[in-house]
């Protein structure tokens, strides 16, 4: 069983940056690798939407329009990481923040794209971590 941690929230200023982490937890690891990953948000007062993903064994990447050009997602093999750089970010970005993971069900080892428009896919989910931007 996965359990998959966010950290790196915080306080920020607009304009300013922070880089998300999902990692896993010490009490349920496995290779993030083998799943992939995806990046959801939820603002005060509205529904949870996707932000950004990435494909399992694949070079595949995926993000919301209004994230585009502001926010990079990646992989760090060697630490069973994924991180989310944030830049240039506005108050609208205020939202706690999600790491999600979708297991390779059916193909194990191959290939495995992300979904960004549908959660109902991802079976481990984080406790969230907050992002405020504010002066």
């Known amino acids: 069983q996965l359990q998959v941690v966010e950290s790196g929230g915080g306080l920020v200023q607009p304009g300013g940056s922070l880089r998300l982490s999902c990692t896993t937890s010490e009490f349920a690891q496995d290779n993030l690798d083998k799943y992939a990953i995806g990046w959801f948000r939820q603002a005060p007062g509205k529904a949870r939407e996707g932000v950004s993903c990435i494909g399992s064994r694949i070079a595949t990447t995926r993000y919301a329009d209004s994230v585009k050009g502001r926010f990079t997602i990646s992989r760090d093999t060697a630490n069973n990481a994924v991180y989310l750089q944030i830049d240039n970010l506005q108050p609208e970005d205020t939202a706690i923040y999600y790491c999600?993971?979708?297991?390779?069900?059916?193909?194990?080892?191959?290939?495995?794209?992300?979904?960004?428009?549908?959660?109902?896919?991802?079976?481990?989910w984080g406790q969230g971590t907050r992002v405020t931007v504010s002066q």
């Open positions: 999600a993971a979708i297991p390779n069900r059916y193909y194990p080892g191959r290939p495995l794209y992300c979904l960004l428009y549908d959660d109902s896919e991802y079976d481990y």
